[in-house]
């Protein structure tokens, strides 16, 4: 009877603890897992970051829709002036260049700097600041420091950013008696569709598709009574040669982008 009772309560106390192991080891589990969950909730947040300028950049909004696809080949481009290429041979001179962009830029452009500025500025100031930037960028790309530069001898004009060439277009130029004036001067006038009055005949031939003018009128000489400048021309078989009364004459698309390039006061030197 007494061996009985003694295997009883070793049973007891076998069961007791077994219990209590039990209860600690659910704890254990259960205190684990939590933690688990924690940890992979933690990474699951996402993670902010900075907003990036995906501005594009505009290249004027006086270029007609069927002509758009000439501008962005055009864009597209690149190709190198007489001032950096002597041994590239023939070149056709009724294609206007555009030099590669891409061939100009530093390791820090202050465009990268900007960008980098942003990621440290509060989300709420973020839209405000990159209108901003966009506009000065715009801006910049319009009125920059640019000056144009005029070959008679190589029937070109050349559209210089500091000391990089950033566009040329093939011109017509001035004949015998009507020679281009040379010198340094600064675009004073500027118009769409011009009317254009004969300096003989005073015959007036208004603005159209078939105007002498073109659709662009941008003056950088004067005599009080002419005018001398870049216009357009219907006739593109003439670039190249020496045929108007002084002016430059240009293709209307060429003349649109660079009507776009340059402002009232822009300097354009004429040189032999």
Same mark, same amino acid.
């Given at each position: 009877?007494?061996?009985?009772?003694?295997?009883?309560?070793?049973?007891m106390?076998?069961?007791?603890?077994?219990?209590?192991?039990s209860?600690?080891?659910?704890?254990? &589990?259960m205190?684990? !897992?939590?933690?688990?969950?924690?940890? #992979? %909730?933690?990474?699951?947040?996402?993670?902010?970051?900075?907003?990036?300028d995906?501005?594009?950049? #505009?290249?004027?909004? $006086?270029?007609?829709?069927?002509?758009?696809?000439?501008?962005? $080949?055009?864009?597209?481009? %690149?190709?190198?002036?007489?001032f950096?290429?002597?041994?590239?041979?023939a070149v056709?001179k009724?294609?206007?260049? #555009?030099?590669?962009? $891409?061939?100009?830029?530093?390791?820090?452009?202050?465009?990268?700097?900007?960008?980098?500025l942003?990621?440290?500025?509060?989300q709420?100031?973020?839209? @405000?600041v990159l209108?901003?930037?966009?506009?000065?960028?715009?801006? @910049?790309w319009?009125?920059?420091?640019?000056? &144009?530069?005029?070959?008679? %001898?190589?029937?070109?004009?050349?559209?210089?950013?500091?000391d990089? &060439?950033?566009?040329?277009?093939?011109? #017509?130029?001035?004949?015998?008696?009507?020679d281009?004036?040379?010198?340094?001067?600064? &675009?004073?006038?500027? @118009?769409?569709?011009?009317?254009?009055?004969?300096?003989?005949?005073?015959?007036?031939?208004?603005?159209?598709?078939?105007?002498?003018l !073109?659709?662009?009128?941008?003056?950088f000489?004067?005599?009080?009574?002419?005018?001398?400048?870049?216009?357009g021309?219907?006739?593109?078989n003439?670039?190249?040669?020496?045929?108007?009364?002084?002016?430059?004459?240009?293709?209307?698309?060429?003349?649109?982008?660079?009507?776009?390039?340059?402002?009232?006061?822009?300097?354009?030197?004429?040189?032999?």
């Open positions: 009877m007494i061996r009985n009772v003694t295997v009883t309560r070793i049973i106390w076998l069961c007791f603890g077994t219990a209590i192991l209860l600690a080891v659910h704890w254990r &589990v205190s684990t !897992g939590q933690q688990f969950e924690a940890l #992979a %909730s933690n990474q699951n947040q996402p993670k902010k970051l900075p907003q990036k995906l501005g594009a950049t #505009a290249f004027g909004a $006086s270029v007609l829709p069927d002509e758009s696809t000439q501008r962005t $080949s055009r864009s597209n481009k %690149s190709s190198t002036t007489k950096h290429n002597t041994n590239s041979g056709n009724n294609v206007a260049r #555009a030099t590669d962009g $891409s061939q100009n830029t530093r390791l820090i452009s202050p465009e990268q700097k900007k960008n980098s942003l990621s440290f500025l509060p709420s100031f973020l839209p @405000q209108a901003q930037q966009e506009s000065s960028n715009s801006s @910049q319009k009125t920059g420091d640019k000056h &144009v530069l005029v070959d008679l %001898s190589d029937r070109r004009a050349y559209v210089y950013r500091s990089v &060439v950033i566009a040329s277009y093939p011109i #017509a130029v001035g004949k015998k008696g009507w281009t004036p040379t010198g340094s001067f600064q &675009v004073h006038h500027m @118009q769409h569709n011009p009317v254009w009055r004969h300096p003989i005949t005073n015959k007036v031939f208004a603005a159209g598709p078939d105007s002498p !073109g659709d662009r009128w941008i003056g000489w004067s005599d009080g009574h002419n005018e001398i400048g870049f216009h021309t219907p006739d593109t003439v670039l190249g040669t020496a045929i108007s009364h002084g002016c430059l004459r240009m293709r209307n698309p060429d003349v649109r982008l660079l009507y776009e390039q340059v402002k009232v006061g822009t300097s354009v030197i004429v040189q032999d």
